[in-house]
């Protein structure tokens, strides 16, 4: 069922061209499956001089690991959908992207409070795409989508953070992105997938000695 509704939203993207190549998603899981995340037991970490990066918190970001798919459901599960052949054939055919042997599954539950932002940044040519997906909601939560640049850094838009909605990217020369310092009045909570190629930390995938099973 996850599945089913992951693809059909997959299937119904919205292509967008300028400044870069990306894609906006809308009802990204069913509701239900969005409210079972958003009850995971795990505290919101406050990040003190935050530098623009979140390679500096390693240690306390919440990735899919082994450990956290067998300590909750909603982690299993969703790992499981991720490294379904038929979602990975359709993401990509959204992102159009060559399915290979060698790719994995790295998810993470964030949950961003104030005083974090991110410098503007390309993804590194290991992450085959990075889809954020946004589950935070209130008044607020409407100036919290992801920055977008063009090829001189310069600010252009702000993609639309619509609850259960998402953005994906894909590594490229001129795909900057970012998140401007600003305000959060509560928990900026997402959720960010990646399938990588060649990845250093093992320790982040969430099947890290299985590559999605292409057959």
Known sequence: MIAKHFINALQNAK???????RWSVRS????????????????????ENADGTRDSYNDMRAFFTP????????????????????????????????????????AEYIQDVDGMWLEPHR???????????????????KNWGTDIYDSQKKWVSCMA?????????KAGPNTWHGFEPRKIIGVRRLIEINY???????????FPNQPIPIV
């Open 67 to 106: 450990s956290m798919r067998s300590q909750f459901n909603i982690c299993e599960e969703l790992s499981q959908v991720l490294q379904n052949i038929d979602v990975a054939k359709q993401l990509g055919k959204t992102c159009e992207f060559e399915l290979t042997s060698d790719m994995y599954v790295r």
């Open 123 to 141: 993804d590194i040519k290991e992450k085959i795409f990075s889809m954020v997906i946004y589950l935070c909601a209130g008044p607020e939560a």
């Open 161 to 169: 953070p619509e609850f259960n909605s998402a953005a994906i990217f």
């Open 15 to 21: 292509r967008i061209e300028e400044p870069f190549l």
């Open 196 to 206: 990588v190629r060649n990845w250093r930390d093992k320790e982040q995938l969430a």
């Open 28 to 47: 990204v899981f069913p509701e239900s499956f969005c409210s079972e995340i958003l009850k995971l037991p795990i505290t919101p970490f406050s990040v």
